[in-house]
């Protein structure tokens, strides 16, 4: 039988907005943790923690690279998680006291703290917000099997991340008006984290009512997990976010350094930052539409295409010009929110191929594995940047003196890095094999086989 891939309401209803804002609800605290722990945390404890540069780089690395090991295990036991609340909301809700304390003594350390107490609590919190952003993602795979939908839900979680990080932008720009420090408003940042998850993890655990796993638990061994790269789908989609997280990480990591050295903006380049979030979440849409129009992977392709020519022309933003520079970060911005959200919806479609092949629900095990790649991504661009800053013989200092040469390795880092990378993550998302059509056969062929239990269970 044909199917015809235009009829998105063929493979599920529409989520009803009540659920989707509840499940997007922990995108707030959790993105205002992420985002410091790339952009704003390295820089504060380089200088006004006072650890060296290439040691905070080095740690923060290591950290990410050992919560690798975490995320898998944490999608294989939420995989297995049988309750009445579901299978993902319980660790969502256990993430809880995890984030409060490790974000508490994260950014609230003091000057003289040692790499110790920041490797401690860096892997501590990590592995924290490895809980609430894995099981917050998983939740949301389970609200829709449609196509489209799993686009407007995915984009709902990726605008609560943008939401949750100008907000927690806004705490420096807030306190440096008042006459506040840097510092000030790391730990403004803090506080943020610990009020705001304990309100929003209850709130979806609670409203968001994900759905009945579509296969009963099985037990996952490693073999399993390799398993999972035979799928060409699976292993684009994982190489793409990879590259496209390192790139952003990247971006997220020397923007302050770069506005502030080379483009002379001090303190107002965290309100530069602030603009280019907000012209991401504005852009979305735009990202939602073309997914709609040619799929989510054309989508992706064309975003990345977008990242790659717009960026060089940062350079040529004027020095000290806040009003150009700010309509250029806009323009640049556009792009901000389509890799995450697009990258996530792509996730759940694999999800229906690898239940039809295997008879198998492995949506934690999935996520993790995305979570993995981004993860190590950040990781990657954190070390590979602060290294490199050091080998540059970059002042980290806010206002420090730098050599040209410096300037330049930091400008090759900035600017350079992400275009490569994005570029190749085109390359890999041209031949990218789960389109409407094919998740449209792959729902079918779901919808056959759940049939078919039902009708031998009733004969039996």
């Known amino acids: 039988m044909a199917i015809d891939p235009a009829q998105p309401a063929q493979t599920g209803s529409k989520v009803a907005l009540s659920r989707i804002l509840a499940f997007s609800a922990p995108s707030l605290p959790l993105a205002a943790l992420g985002l410091p722990l790339v952009v704003q945390l390295p820089p504060h404890y380089a200088s006004y923690v006072g650890l060296e540069i290439g040691i905070v780089g080095l740690l923060f690395m290591v950290a990410r690279i050992l ?13 297995q998680t049988r309750t009445r609340i579901g299978r993902f909301s319980p660790w969502l809700v256990m993430s809880i006291p995890v984030i409060m304390v490790g974000s508490y003594f994260l950014f609230m350390a003091k000057p003289g703290a040692d790499a110790a107490y920041l490797a401690f609590w860096l892997f501590f919190t990590y592995v924290g917000f490895s809980m609430g952003s894995l099981s917050q993602m998983s939740l949301g795979a389970t609200l829709s099997d449609n196509y489209y939908e799993r686009s407007r839900v995915f984009v709902f979680w990726q605008a609560g991340n943008v939401v949750g990080m100008l907000l927690v932008l806004m705490i420096p720009v807030l306190t440096h008006s008042q006459g506040g420090t840097a510092a000030d408003g790391v730990q403004g940042m803090g506080w943020f984290i610990v009020v705001l998850m304990p309100i929003t993890a209850l709130i979806a655990a609670v409203f968001a009512k994900e759905e009945a796993p579509k296969a009963k638990a099985k037990k996952t061994n490693l073999k399993d997990v390799i398993s999972l790269f035979k799928s060409d789908a699976c292993r684009r989609l994982l190489i793409c976010d990879l590259l496209l997280m390192f790139g952003s990480g990247v ?3 020397l923007f302050l350094f770069y506005f502030d050295a080379v483009k002379g903006f001090g303190g107002l ?3 530069l930052l602030l603009i280019y979030f907000i012209a991401g979440l504005i852009g979305a849409p735009i990202w939602t539409m073309i997914a709609r129009r040619w799929g989510k992977h054309v989508s992706l392709l064309c975003a990345c295409i977008y990242t790659a020519v717009s960026l060089p022309f940062v ?14 970060m806009a323009v640049a911005g556009i792009v901000y929110t389509s890799g995450a959200y697009l990258l996530r919806a792509m996730m759940a479609d694999i999800g229906d191929e690898d239940l039809v ?26 070390g590979v940047t602060y290294i490199g800053l050091g080998l540059f013989g970059f002042n980290s200092k806010l206002g420090g003196e730098n050599t040209p040469e410096a300037l330049a390795g930091l400008t090759f880092l900035f600017i350079g890095l992400p275009v ?21 056969e792959l729902q079918a062929a779901i919808a056959a086989k759940r049939d078919m239990e039902q009708q031998a269970s009733q004969a039996a």
């Open 67 to 79: 919560d690798i090991g975490v995320d898998v295990g944490i999608g294989l036991a939420m995989d």
């Open 251 to 253: 971006t997220g990591g």
């Open 269 to 271: 380049a965290a309100a």
């Open 315 to 328: 350079m040529l933003l004027p020095e000290g010009n806040f009003i150009a520079t700010a309509a250029g």
């Open 357 to 382: 092949q295997t008879g198998q629900d492995r949506t934690g095990l999935l996520y993790a594995l995305v979570t993995l790649t981004g993860k190590a991504g950040y990781a990657l661009a954190v």
């Open 420 to 440: 490569i990378v994005n570029l190749i993550g085109a390359l890999l998302l041209v031949k990218y094999p789960i389109d409407a059509k094919r998740q449209a």
